[in-house]
C-alpha cells in the first residue's frame, strides 16, 4: 500500500486498535505505546501489506504485541491462565454493558481477545484464527466457553440485583 | 520366536511379569532365568505400575464432543451448545426453528437463552485514540539527486571558468552565433575586406579587447559579432563542408555577421557528437574525463551534456569545451 493508504489506515483503525489494547491491558499509556509500535511495524511492511488486508494485519500485529507486553510486563503471567478469583461486588444497577466489561475481565487473555475480535471487529472464525495464529476449532472452543462464562456471571449479577 | 539373551531379556521379563508372554516364551524364558540367576531381581514388585483410572464428569465429556449443528438433534445435554451457536450465528433456519420449539417446550431455558443473546459486546466508540497525525507519515520528495546533480554541473563550470578567467574565452552561441555583449569593444573588420567574408577571413581578425562574454538564444542581425582570432581557430575545420554559411550585413554596424542554419551543416561524425559547433569542431580531439557524469547529468537536465579536455602536446593545444544544451564554453590553449 502507498503512504496515503496507509495513512488512510491511520484514520480507519487506530481507534479499533487502541479500544482493543485498552481492554487487554487497562492502562491507557500501555495501550497507546501497543498502538504506535503496531503501526510502526506495519509502515516497515507496507509496501508488502494490501490496503485490503490492512486491517487483519494491524489486528494480527497488535495481538502479538500485546502478548508480548503482558509477558514483558509479567502481567497475568499465563496468557491462558484463568481468573479464579471471583468478584463479590456487583454493581447495583444492572448496566449491561458495564457487566460485560467486568465479565470480560475475568477471561483468560485469549478468550478475551477471540470475543472482542467477534463481538467489536466483526471477524468469522477463520479470521480470528489467522490473526491469533490458532486453527479454527480452537476459535470456537475458545469463544463458547468465553460466551458461557459470560453468561453465568450476567446470571449471577441479575440474582444479586 | 526371538532367541532370549542377556541382551534381550529385561523386555521378556517384562512381558513376563505383566502376563503377556504365551506358554512356549513363559518356558523358555524360565529356562533362561535359571541359567542365568544373576539377573533375577530382588523385589519384582517394582516393576509393575498400575494405572489409576480417572473418572470425568458425564458433562464435562459432553462438552468435549464435537456438535454438528446441522445433524445433530437438540437435547438437554447439548442445547447450551445450541444456545450459543444461535447467538454466534452459526444455525440454520430450519434449525433455528427446531431450538425454538424446543425451548417452548423447555421454559426454563427461555432465561438462558436471553442471557446468551446478551453476551455479545459492543464498543465503545467514545475511546478513540487522541493522536493520529503523530501516526501518519508525510510523503518525501526526493531532491538530492537532481540538486546535486545541478549543483556538480554549476561548480565544474564555474571552476574551469575561474581557473581559465585569465585568458580569453570563446563563446558559441546556441544557434553558432557567436555575439558580445558590448558592441563599442569589438574590433573592427579587416579592411581590406569590404565584401563578405567566409570563414577564412573571419580568423584573422583581432583579438577582442574584453573577456566580457554572452550567450544568447536567439540572436539577431543587430548583434555584434566577435570573431574567432587566428590563434583562436579550430584547428580542424573544414571548410568546403560547412554548408548554409551566409553573411549579413548589420544595419547599425559594419561588423557582419556570420549566421549559419544549424539544419543545413553537414553531421561530421566524430564520437558520435553534434559537429554544428564552429567551437566544437576544433574540440573532438579532446576527450571527456567524466563521461558517466555528464551522461547522467544530461538525463537529468534533458539537454545535451558535453565536457572535453585535453593537454598541451607539441601536436595540439590543450583547452577544454563544456557544452549544456545551447550553451557553450570553451578554450584554447597555446
Known amino acids: ?161 | 520366536m526371538e532367541h532370549i539373551s542377556i541382551f534381550n531379556y529385561e523386555a521378556f521379563y517384562l512381558d513376563f511379569l505383566e502376563g503377556n508372554l504365551n506358554e512356549e516364551e513363559t518356558a523358555l524364558f524360565l529356562a533362561f532365568m535359571e541359567a542365568h540367576p544373576e539377573l533375577k531381581l530382588d523385589d519384582e514388585s517394582l516393576v509393575s505400575v498400575e494405572v489409576e483410572t480417572s473418572n470425568l464428569d458425564t458433562q464435562f465429556k459432553n462438552s468435549l464432543k464435537q456438535v454438528s449443528f446441522a445433524d445433530t438433534p437438540i437435547t438437554l445435554s447439548n442445547v447450551e451448545q445450541f444456545l450459543i451457536a444461535e447467538t454466534e450465528g452459526q444455525l440454520s433456519n430450519s434449525k433455528i426453528g427446531e431450538l425454538e420449539t424446543f425451548v417452548a417446550a423447555n421454559p426454563s431455558l427461555l432465561q438462558s437463552q436471553k442471557l446468551y443473546a446478551a453476551t455479545h459486546l459492543k464498543a465503545d466508540t467514545s475511546i478513540v485514540y487522541s493522536d493520529k497525525a503523530g501516526l501518519k507519515r508525510k510523503k518525501a520528495i526526493v531532491l538530492w539527486p537532481y540538486v546535486s546533480l545541478a549543483l556538480a554541473a554549476s561548480l565544474t563550470a564555474i571552476l574551469f571558468y575561474v581557473y581559465y578567467s585569465g585568458n580569453q574565452l570563446l563563446v558559441n552561441g546556441p544557434t553558432n552565433v557567436i555575439v558580445q555583449t558590448d558592441s563599442t569593444e569589438v574590433a573592427p573588420k579587416d579592411k581590406s575586406n569590404n565584401e563578405e567574408m567566409n570563414l577564412d577571413q573571419l580568423n584573422h581578425n583581432q583579438q577582442p579587447t574584453t573577456n566580457d562574454f554572452v550567450a544568447q538564444s536567439n540572436p539577431t542581425s543587430d548583434q555584434n559579432v566577435q570573431t574567432p582570432t587566428k590563434q583562436d581557430r579550430p584547428t580542424q575545420i573544414d571548410r568546403l563542408n560547412i554548408k548554409g554559411l551566409k553573411t549579413i550585413k548589420s544595419k547599425k554596424t559594419d561588423l557582419e555577421i556570420i549566421e549559419r542554419n544549424p539544419a543545413d551543416l553537414a553531421v561530421q561524425s566524430v564520437n558520435n557528437q553534434s559537429t554544428n559547433d564552429v567551437a566544437y569542431m576544433g574540440f573532438q580531439d579532446m576527450k571527456n574525463p567524466i563521461k558517466p557524469i555528464t551522461n547522467r547529468l544530461g538525463d537529468a537536465v534533458k539537454q545535451e551534456v558535453d565536457f572535453r579536455t585535453a593537454k598541451t602536446t607539441s601536436e595540439r593545444s590543450g583547452g577544454f569545451y563544456f557544452k549544456i544544451g545551447k550553451l557553450e564554453v570553451s578554450h584554447r590553449k597555446h
Open chain 1, 1 to 161: 500500500m502507498t503512504s496515503k493508504e496507509y495513512n488512510l489506515a491511520v484514520d480507519e483503525f487506530s481507534d479499533n486498535i487502541f479500544r482493543f489494547a485498552l481492554k487487554h491491558l487497562k492502562n491507557e499509556m500501555s495501550a497507546k505505546d501497543i498502538v504506535q509500535e503496531t503501526f510502526t511495524k506495519v509502515w516497515v511492511k507496507h509496501e508488502e501489506v494490501a490496503y485490503e488486508k490492512v486491517k487483519s494485519y494491524l489486528f494480527t500485529t497488535a495481538y502479538h504485541a500485546i502478548v508480548d507486553w503482558v509477558k514483558k510486563e509479567g502481567r497475568n503471567g499465563d496468557f491462558e491462565k484463568v481468573e479464579h478469583t471471583a468478584s463479590t461486588e456487583f454493581s447495583i444497577s444492572f448496566d449491561l454493558q458495564k457487566i460485560l466489561n467486568e465479565a470480560l475481565d475475568r477471561l483468560p487473555e485469549i478468550q478475551k481477545t477471540v470475543v472482542l475480535l467477534r463481538d467489536y471487529e466483526g471477524y468469522n472464525y477463520a479470521e480470528i484464527a489467522e490473526i491469533t495464529n490458532l486453527n479454527e476449532s480452537q476459535v470456537k472452543v475458545y469463544i463458547f466457553r468465553a460466551r458461557q462464562t459470560l453468561k453465568e456471571y450476567i446470571k449471577r449479577t441479575e440474582l444479586v440485583v
